[in-house]
Structure formats: C-alpha cells, structure tokens
C-alpha cells in the first residue's frame, strides 16, 4: 500500500515561477525523501530531511517536514522548463527494515 | 563511484514465458537491493529487497521472484509471464539508513 500521497497529482505553471508539491502520510518515519523522475527514466535522489529536521535547502528546492502533521512539501523556485518531470516523495518507517515507500507522484510541467 | 546497470532496457514477452532481469552495482560493497514496479502513471511499488547474498524479502505475493547470487548482483525472474506483469521495473541499492537510495534507469517490459 501507499504510505505516501502527493498533492496536486498534476502542476502546470510558466517559467519562472516557483512549483510547490505536497506530500502526506500515516505512519512515523526516520526521513523523507524527494526523488525525481524524467518520462520513462529511472528516479533520481534530490533530497532527504530526517524526522528531528524541519527544513532543507539545496540549491533551488526547498523541503519542510511537519512530523506532527505527517506531511511534507517541496518547494522549487524559479523553475525552468528542464524542471518538467514527476516527483515523488518516498518515506523510510521509523521500525522494521528500512524500505523506501512511495506516494503517488506529482506530474509538474514548466512551460516556457 | 558507485554505478548500478540494469539490463534490458526494453522487453517484449509472449505470455506464458519466462523473464529474467539483472542488476548489477560497482563501486560498493553489501549494499542493500531492491526491486520495484510502477504501472503506467502511478508510483512505486516494492516487489523484494535483499540485505545480502541468498537473503531475499517479499513483499508482494506474486507471479515473480528474485534471487542475489552475488553480492552485488540482484535478479528478478518469473517461470510464465502473465499479461498482469507488464510495467516498468526499477532496480535500487542504498548504503546505511539515512541516505538516499540510487536506481538503475529500468527496463520496459511489456507481456503480449
């Protein structure tokens, strides 16, 4: 079963602008973590905040995590039409072996 | 560094023949490894995963298997295809908890 959910399932926005995703889900965790993944390509690791962070930055993309509301966002400024791909949150559980478990994806596209 | 391969890139398969995937990862040593599948438009699903050689967890009851025959080596295989196997399979291996997990670039398989 899905452990994650990302809201909305699909953002479409110009250049320029800044893209915010959304994630929730229903168990504690150890950390989240964003990956991104281009048409028909395998997922590439963007980011991982642990359960005791509240935010991280690297480079454009800025991630909250709100371990009370089990949720967690991901915020990418001024995007660029290279940034068109799906996203995904992905959760390892605080117990048991440490599976990554994905949430649905949000399908972003950047128009130029 | 550390690199995984995955082969093939594409497959095409009659129904009721077998399959066989391979992963292989360089530049580590134990790593974890993973199997998942994403159907058309959704996320990931975790098929198995292995803590080292000959140990293998099932998450998902079905029509395949997977097997570590070397350490750094992952296969995922089924005796008969079923049409319900197509989809999109993503090898994965990650180090200690707390890091991001690398994924192989997939491989396409499409049972007719």
């Known amino acids: 079963s899905q452990q994650g959910e990302e809201d909305p399932q699909a953002l479409s926005i110009q250049e320029g602008e800044n893209a915010t995703m959304n994630c929730s889900y229903k168990?504690?965790?150890?950390?989240l973590q964003w990956y991104r993944q281009n048409s028909g390509r395998g997922l590439v690791h963007l980011i991982l905040?642990?359960?005791?962070?509240r935010e991280k930055h690297s480079g454009r993309l800025r991630v909250t995590l709100d371990t009370s509301k089990k949720s967690s966002s991901l915020l990418i400024t001024a995007s660029r039409a290279a940034d068109t791909a799906s996203y995904f949150c992905?959760?390892?559980?605080?117990?048991?072996?440490?599976?990554?478990?994905f949430g649905t994806g949000t399908r972003l596209l950047v128009s130029p | 560094s550390q690199t995984i391969h995955q082969w093939p890139a594409t497959l095409v398969q009659p129904v009721g023949s077998p399959l066989s995937l391979e992963c292989t990862v360089e530049g580590t040593s134990n790593p974890n490894l993973y199997w998942y599948r994403q159907a058309a438009g959704r996320g990931l699903q975790l098929l198995f995963y292995?803590?080292?050689?000959?140990?293998i967890s099932s998450e998902v009851p079905q029509n395949l298997s997977a097997s570590r025959p070397q350490d750094r080596q992952f296969i995922l295989s089924s005796k008969k295809l079923l049409l319900s196997d197509s989809g999109f399979y993503l090898c994965?291996?990650?180090?200690?908890?707390?890091?991001?997990?690398?994924f192989g670039s997939g491989t396409r398989l499409t049972v007719v």
């Open positions: 292995s803590v080292g050689i000959g140990q």
């Open positions: 168990t504690s965790i150890n950390n």
């Open positions: 992905a959760t390892v559980l605080a117990s048991g072996f440490q599976k990554l478990v």
């Open positions: 994965a291996w990650s180090g200690r908890v707390g890091y991001g997990y690398t």
């Open positions: 905040i642990r359960s005791n962070e």
